[in-house]
T-cell receptor, first 111, second 117 residues
Framework: KQEVTQIPAALSVPEGENLVLNCSFT??????LQWFRQDPGKGLTSLLL?????REQTSGRLNASLDKSSGRSTLYIAASQPGDSATYLC??????????FGKGTKLTVNP | DAGVIQSPRHEVTEMGQEVTLRCKPI?????LFWYRQTMMRGLELLIY????????DSGMPEDRFSAKMPNASFSTLKIQPSEPRDSAVYFC???????????????FGPGTRLTVL
C-alpha cells in the first residue's frame, strides 16, 4: 500500500528566504507526482505535475523534483513571500489511477 | 472556464438526516473523483468515475454512502443516514484523460464543509 509522508508538518520562515518542502513515498511504481496548494477553507490548487519519466518541473518561483528510485520529491520555493503562506500537499498517482496524498506541510512566511 | 463547481458550500444537519452533495465537473473532463478531508486522516479518495461509470468505490466507508453520475456534467454523493463522524470537507475533482498511464492533473472544487450534529 502506497504511503506518502511530508516533512516537516509545519514550517515558519521570514520573507525572502528560499525553502524546500519534502515528500517521500513508499512504492516507486507511480505514474506521476503532483504538488498542490491549499488555502484555509478553500479547495486545492494544482501547482506542478511531474510525470514519472521526468526529473523536475518549474513554474515561476517554484521548482519540483522527482527521484523515483529513492521515493522522494522536493518542492523548492524561491524568494518566499507572505502570499505563499498555505498548506502544501504532495500526491502520487498510482497504478489504479488514484491519487494518494500526504498530510501536507503548513507554511507560514512572516513579513 | 468556471472550474469544478460544488454545492452546497456548507451543510449543517442533524444525525440521521439524508445529505446530498453535488458536483459539476469542468466541461470536457472525463474523470470525476470524490474525496473526503479530515484532520485525522487527511485527504482520502472515496470513489471515482470514468466516462460516468464508477471505476473504484473501495474508499467509500460504508453502505450509508452512495455516489452517482447520471451524465457527464453532474455527480452526487449521498449519505443516508448521516452520523457525526461523517463531518468533514468533501471535495470533488475532475480530470481530462481516462487512458491508464496518461495521467493528467486533477482540478479540485472548493469543497463542501459538512457538519453533522
Amino acid at each position: 500500500k502506497q504511503e506518502v509522508t511530508q516533512i516537516p508538518a509545519a514550517l515558519s520562515v521570514p520573507e525572502g528566504e528560499n525553502l524546500v518542502l519534502n515528500c517521500s513515498f513508499t512504492d516507486s511504481a507511480i505514474y506521476n507526482l503532483q504538488w498542490f496548494r491549499q488555502d484555509p477553507g478553500k479547495g486545492l490548487t494544482s501547482l506542478l505535475l511531474i510525470q514519472s519519466s521526468q526529473r523536475e518541473q518549474t513554474s515561476g518561483r517554484l521548482n519540483a523534483s522527482l527521484d523515483k528510485s529513492s521515493g522522494r520529491s522536493t518542492l523548492y520555493i524561491a524568494a518566499s513571500q507572505p502570499g505563499d503562506s498555505a498548506t502544501y500537499l504532495c500526491a502520487v498517482g498510482v497504478l489504479s489511477e488514484k491519487l494518494v496524498f500526504g498530510k501536507g506541510t503548513k507554511l507560514t512566511v512572516n513579513p | 472556464d468556471a472550474g469544478v463547481i460544488q454545492s452546497p458550500r456548507h451543510e449543517v444537519t442533524e444525525m440521521g438526516q439524508e445529505v446530498t452533495l453535488r458536483c459539476k465537473p469542468i466541461s470536457g473532463h472525463n474523470s470525476l473523483f470524490w474525496y473526503r478531508q479530515t484532520m485525522m486522516r487527511g485527504l482520502e479518495l472515496l470513489i471515482y468515475f470514468n466516462n460516468n461509470v464508477p471505476i473504484d468505490d473501495s474508499g467509500m466507508p460504508e453502505d450509508r454512502f452512495s455516489a452517482k453520475m447520471p451524465n457527464a456534467s453532474f455527480s452526487t454523493l449521498k449519505i443516508q443516514p448521516s452520523e457525526p463522524r461523517d463531518s468533514a470537507v468533501y471535495f470533488c475533482a475532475s480530470r481530462r484523460g481516462v487512458v491508464v498511464g496518461s495521467y493528467n492533473e486533477q482540478f479540485f472544487g472548493p469543497g463542501t464543509r459538512l457538519t453533522v450534529l
